[in-house]
């Protein structure tokens, strides 16, 4: 019974380190590529494609048809003959009906495309919107990765904040008692007391804000990776120094290079599609029919009253004036024109983008370095302070303003951090680099 207790309690250890075990940045992303719903639905749109391919193929294909039938006539339809056809005069017309009360049909027909030209072409047409997908879902993927890398940068800029709130905070506590000690032997009045308590409570509710925008980054990075909202996520700290390797925009490493070329392959091929409708096509066409006639409906199960026939031939149609579809040609010869157009203005707007990024960056990198510098200059500022408050020289003028520096400070470093990280991000993005984490 004690082997079964303790087993049951290594169990225990087991499985709560492996769900208290932090989660790297790649292992985020491994996450993200597996349970991110948009990018499952974008694969979604992959198997569509190759659906609709195998569709248009499909066409190349006989196709066969089963048609049963059977008619009851109340009225039998009659058809005028020529009257001399029977020995009747020049001139009259005699009414002969035309099957019987009961008739029946029993058909197959074959439809077989020998040669369609637009067939050809709507199934190349297809093939490369299949591609188009595919380069569809891979664009997602980067730029899905691109934001789970943002996210997880900042949850970890996020926690470093709450912990340098958390020691501000603890800072402050020591001074406070401090004060309340000088305040319980009499040695400085109630309103420097308030102004003390003013002062703690404004370095805890910049505790409680922080933790605020760092649960609400941690949310971010769940929706980016698929994670249950209601789970906790503990990721590993890793040492961020952002620096740019290549600084020169190339439109074949940007991440929807594919995917934007194929937009053009469509065109083109649309185009392509739309002029074959042009072009002759030659079918094979059969059918064998047996047809059954009878005054009353039992009758027509008995073979003599069942007539055969069929044939089989080839049809060659060509398109003559086809008003319409000239429209659509011409329509089709613009839409391939703008489509090259419009990959030229998609690449000059990400180019503008690039080297905007590249120039915030650069400024912001250059002003993070001052401003780290000035938090330094704060944060020894607030060492002196504790430092003069143990010797009885309490300043609360100094120790309010040493807060508002700091925080201030503080908050403009962050701010500038964060947005770095994000053109940092940004920039690699843009030039498909991966190799940013």
């Given at each position: 019974?004690?082997?079964?207790?303790?087993?049951?309690?290594l169990?225990?250890?087991?499985?709560q380190?492996?769900?208290?075990?932090?989660?790297?940045?790649?292992?985020?992303?491994?996450?993200?590529?597996?349970?991110?719903?948009?990018?499952?639905?974008?694969?979604?749109?992959?198997?569509?494609?190759n659906?609709?391919?195998?569709?248009e193929?499909?066409?190349?294909?006989?196709?066969?048809?089963?048609?049963?039938?059977?008619d009851?006539?109340?009225?039998?339809?009659?058809q005028?003959y020529?009257?001399?056809?029977?020995g009747?005069?020049?001139?009259?017309?005699?009414?002969?009906?035309?099957?019987?009360?009961?008739?029946?049909?029993?058909?197959?027909?074959?439809?077989?495309?020998l040669?369609?030209?637009?067939?050809?072409?709507n199934i190349?047409?297809?093939?490369?919107?299949?591609e188009?997908?595919?380069?569809?879902?891979?664009?997602?993927?980067?730029?899905?990765?691109?934001?789970?890398?943002?996210?997880?940068?900042?949850?970890?800029?996020?926690?470093?904040?709450?912990?340098?709130?958390?020691?501000?905070?603890?800072?402050?506590?020591?001074?406070?008692?401090?004060?309340?000690?000088?305040?319980?032997?009499?040695?400085?009045?109630?309103?420097?007391m308030?102004?003390?308590?003013?002062?703690?409570?404004?370095?805890?509710?910049?505790?409680?804000?922080k933790?605020?925008?760092?649960?609400?980054?941690?949310?971010?990075?769940?929706?980016?990776?698929?994670?249950?909202f209601?789970?906790?996520?503990?990721?590993?700290?890793?040492?961020?120094?952002?620096?740019l390797?290549?600084?020169?925009?190339?439109?074949?490493?940007?991440?929807?290079?594919?995917?934007?070329?194929?937009?053009?392959d469509?065109?083109m091929?649309?185009?392509?599609?739309?002029?074959?409708?042009?072009?002759?096509?030659?079918?094979?066409?059969?059918?064998?029919a047996?047809?059954g006639?009878?005054?009353?409906?039992?009758?027509?199960?008995?073979?003599?009253?069942?007539?055969?026939?069929?044939?089989?031939g080839?049809?060659?149609?060509?398109?003559?004036?086809?008003?319409?579809?000239?429209?659509?040609?011409?329509?089709?010869?613009?839409?391939?024109?703008?489509?090259?157009?419009?990959?030229?203005?998609?690449?000059d707007?990400?180019?503008?983008?690039?080297?905007?990024?590249?120039n915030?960056?650069?400024?912001i990198?250059?002003?993070?370095?001052?401003?780290?510098?000035?938090?330094?200059l704060?944060?020894e500022?607030?060492?002196?302070s504790?430092?003069?408050?143990?010797?009885?020289?309490?300043?609360?003028?100094?120790?309010?303003?040493?807060?508002?520096?700091?925080?201030?400070?503080?908050?403009?470093?962050?701010i500038?951090?964060?947005?770095?990280?994000?053109?940092?991000?940004?920039?690699?993005?843009?030039q498909?680099?991966?190799?940013?984490?």
């Amino acid at each position: 019974m004690r082997r079964k207790i303790r087993l049951f309690l290594l169990l225990i250890i087991i499985a709560q380190s492996h769900f208290a075990q932090k989660m790297t940045l790649d292992d985020c992303i491994l996450f993200a590529e597996k349970h991110n719903k948009d990018l499952i639905n974008k694969l979604q749109n992959n198997i569509i494609s190759n659906i609709e391919h195998k569709e248009e193929i499909s066409k190349l294909f006989p196709m066969l048809n089963l048609n049963l039938g059977a008619d009851y006539y109340w009225k039998i339809p009659v058809q005028s003959y020529p009257g001399e056809l029977i020995g009747q005069p020049e001139g009259t017309s005699v009414a002969i009906p035309i099957g019987s009360t009961w008739m029946s049909e029993a058909t197959i027909e074959l439809k077989w495309k020998l040669l369609d030209f637009n067939v050809l072409q709507n199934i190349k047409l297809q093939s490369i919107k299949k591609e188009n997908s595919k380069y569809q879902h891979l664009s997602f993927s980067r730029i899905l990765q691109r934001n789970v890398i943002m996210a997880y940068y900042i949850v970890q800029v996020r926690k470093e904040e709450v912990s340098f709130v958390n020691d501000n905070l603890e800072y402050y506590i020591s001074v406070h008692n401090y004060i309340q000690q000088q305040y319980d032997k009499g040695l400085i009045d109630k309103i420097s007391m308030n102004q003390s308590q003013n002062i703690l409570s404004k370095y805890e509710e910049s505790v409680y804000k922080k933790k605020s925008e760092l649960a609400n980054s941690q949310i971010d990075l769940k929706f980016w990776m698929g994670y249950p909202f209601e789970d906790a996520l503990e990721i590993e700290n890793i040492n961020i120094k952002p620096s740019l390797e290549k600084i020169i925009f190339n439109e074949n490493d940007h991440p929807d290079y594919e995917y934007e070329k194929s937009k053009i392959d469509i065109s083109m091929q649309e185009y392509n599609s739309i002029k074959s409708t042009l072009l002759p096509s030659v079918s094979l066409i059969g059918n064998y029919a047996k047809s059954g006639f009878s005054e009353n409906f039992k009758n027509l199960t008995k073979s003599q009253s069942w007539y055969s026939s069929g044939f089989i031939g080839v049809r060659l149609c060509i398109p003559i004036v086809h008003p319409t579809n000239i429209a659509k040609i011409k329509k089709a010869k613009f839409q391939k024109k703008q489509s090259l157009l419009e990959y030229e203005i998609f690449f000059d707007k990400e180019k503008s983008n690039y080297l905007k990024n590249l120039n915030d960056f650069n400024n912001i990198s250059y002003n993070l370095k001052s401003n780290h510098e000035r938090l330094n200059l704060v944060e020894e500022n607030k060492t002196l302070s504790l430092s003069k408050v143990e010797k009885g020289l309490i300043d609360l003028i100094q120790l309010k303003d040493i807060q508002n520096e700091l925080l201030e400070t503080h908050e403009q470093y962050i701010i500038k951090q964060i947005n770095c990280l994000k053109l940092f991000v940004e920039i690699n993005y843009l030039q498909n680099n991966t190799n940013i984490k």
